[in-house]
């Protein structure tokens, strides 16, 4: 599977954006998928994920209520719309896709295939 992330930029803090993740391949609508993101001087950190069937999702604190996961299954793709954003959102933003169908994972160990990852920068 291989993963393309796009949709990354520069907005103003309050502004919005959607990120997407296209998929390559035939399974995509069995993975678990995630989105995690990575600032300048931290660690990779967990941002959202959604279960194979959209049915369960799950976001770090931070970002509840203003980031929305979502996917379509056939396109193989998968979103993240960020609204209210804020000058600590920035960061690069990497999908992922977590093989095992019925566990939704916050750890990024768990997760077997990634996304190149694209910027997001938020300006104050």
């Known amino acids: 599977v291989q993963l393309q992330a796009s949709g990354g930029g520069l907005v103003q803090a309050g502004g919005s954006l959607r990120l997407s993740c296209a998929a390559s391949?035939?399974?995509?609508?069995?993975?678990?998928m995630g989105w995690f993101r990575q600032a300048p001087r931290k660690e990779r950190e967990f941002v959202a994920v959604?279960?194979?069937?959209?049915?369960?999702?799950r976001y770090t604190d931070s970002v509840k209520g203003r980031f929305t996961i979502s996917r379509d299954n056939a396109k193989n793709t998968v979103y993240l719309q960020m609204s209210s954003l804020k000058p600590e959102d920035t960061a690069i933003y990497y999908c992922?896709?977590?093989?095992?169908?019925?566990?939704?994972?916050?750890?990024?160990?768990?997760?077997?295939?990634w996304g190149q990852g694209t910027q997001v920068t938020v300006s104050s």
């Open positions: 959604m279960s194979w069937n959209g049915g369960t999702t």
């Open positions: 391949g035939h399974t995509f609508s069995s993975y678990v």
């Open positions: 992922a896709a977590d093989r095992r169908k019925y566990t939704v994972s916050l750890v990024e160990s768990d997760y077997d295939y």
